[in-house]
């Protein structure tokens, strides 16, 4: 079974609206990780989240985790053309110390429309 | 911010090959560096774990005499795909961190097509 679901799979925005993408998880997450990708190459790294009910904001992107690090929301302001892409959640579910390895959602396809 | 260089971008072979994809952490240190699989609109899957200096750490359900990795330095790890078959047509990409409080940057992966 998927053990992140992102939600929704697609997503077309005019361009100027808000627009929120999920992440949800039925285990804790240890690492929550929020990544950019055009296809077929490599993923910009976005925001990282750790501690429940963190929240980071980068220019017009906000991401937060929810109190139970079990749900994550990134959340784009006023889009633009330039936030196109496929947008990916990744997160560590495993508690042992030292870098592990990450679980990826299906990604969410934005499209943003002029 | 953090650079992964990996290289080739794109290579074609024919069946029977074997191919060498590298993964490099151009300004940091990596400790520890990941091989992922994605296939067309699915996710990425972790295949292995790499650790400079010792032997990688498969997952379940990936060979590890197929898919040889390297870790010979802080700074350069190696996949390689032995006897590719048209199966491991994917894209292949890898990342690397230097500590486990800090994110995985990821390379620009490597499209692999076996004919």
Redesign the interface.
């Known amino acids: 079974s998927q053990e992140l679901e992102q939600s929704p799979q697609s997503l077309i925005v005019q361009e100027g609206k808000n627009l929120t993408i999920n992440c949800t998880s039925s285990k804790t997450l240890y ?1 929550l ?1 929020w ?1 950019k990708q055009k296809y ?6 976005l925001m ?1 989240l ?1 501690k429940g009910g963190e929240e980071k904001s980068h220019e017009k992107i906000t991401a937060k985790l929810d109190e139970k690090k079990q749900q994550s929301s990134l959340h784009i302001t006023a889009s633009q053309p330039s936030h196109a892409g496929i947008y ?1 959640c ?1 997160a560590d579910v495993n508690s042992g ?11 969410t396809h934005l499209i943003i429309q002029p | ?1 953090a650079v ?1 260089s ?1 290289h080739p971008s794109r290579v074609i072979c024919k069946s029977g090959t074997s191919v060498k994809i590298e993964c490099r952490s151009l300004d940091f240190q990596a ?2 560096m ?1 091989w ?1 699989r994605q296939f067309p609109k ?5 295949m ?2 790499s650790n400079e200096g010792s032997k990688a750490t498969y ?1 379940q359900g990936v060979e590890k005499d197929k898919f040889l990795i390297n870790h010979a330095s802080l700074t350069l790890s190696t996949l390689t795909v032995t006897s590719a078959h048209p199966e491991d047509s994917s ?1 292949y ?1 890898c ?1 690397a ?1 230097g ?3 800090q ?7 490597t ?1 692999l097509s076996i004919l």
Request: negative net charge; without cysteine; hydrophobic residues 30%.
């Open positions: 690492g990780y990544y077929g190459e490599g993923l910009i790294f990282m750790q990916l990744g110390g030292g870098a592990d390895g990450l679980t990826f959602g299906k990604g | 911010g992964v990996q400790t520890t990941f992922y699915q996710s990425l899957m972790l292995a774990t997952e894209f990409i990342s961190t500590d486990s409080n994110p995985q940057h990821f390379g620009d992966g499209r």
